[in-house]
């Protein structure tokens, strides 16, 4: 885990089966992501580990690193093929799942930024808000 980190959490209000079947289909970014407009698989498997996919405005390429069934997708983040793009020098997104009654969704940034403690002074905050 990397020590900075972004997060949300949200109540979804539906079952936790009913959310990892939207959550799995890694097609719906579009429906859910703020900003992504669209996207395109780059590879032809959809829902496993190294499956890729390139999320548009951004021209993000996201690989799944991890994939815990009915839980969780961690999805590695690179530009261009590299994983240091402004301001990360490495990111992730994290997507979980957790029922306690209720079911919730927290989405969490995890990232070193360039420059380290003097990048995360500078941007921090905005990747925050963001």
Not at 5 to 16: D, E, K
Request: aromatic share 14%; charged share 30%.
């Amino acid at each position: 885990m990397m020590k900075n980190t972004a997060a949300y959490s949200v109540n979804l209000q539906i079952p936790r089966e009913r959310a990892w079947d939207k959550l799995k289909d890694l097609s719906l970014a579009p429906c859910y992501v703020p900003g992504v407009r669209e996207m395109d698989f780059i590879t032809s498997k959809k829902e496993v580990v190294v499956t890729s996919r390139i999320v548009y405005p951004q021209k993000l390429r996201e690989e799944v690193l991890s994939w815990k069934p009915g839980k969780e997708i961690l999805l590695g983040l690179s530009k261009k093929g590299r994983e240091k793009f402004f301001p990360f020098k490495k990111s992730v997104f994290r997507y979980s799942l957790s029922e306690t009654g209720q079911t919730f969704m927290k989405l969490s940034l995890e990232y070193e930024p360039m420059m380290g403690y003097l990048g995360y002074l500078l941007f921090g905050g905005f990747i925050k808000k963001r």
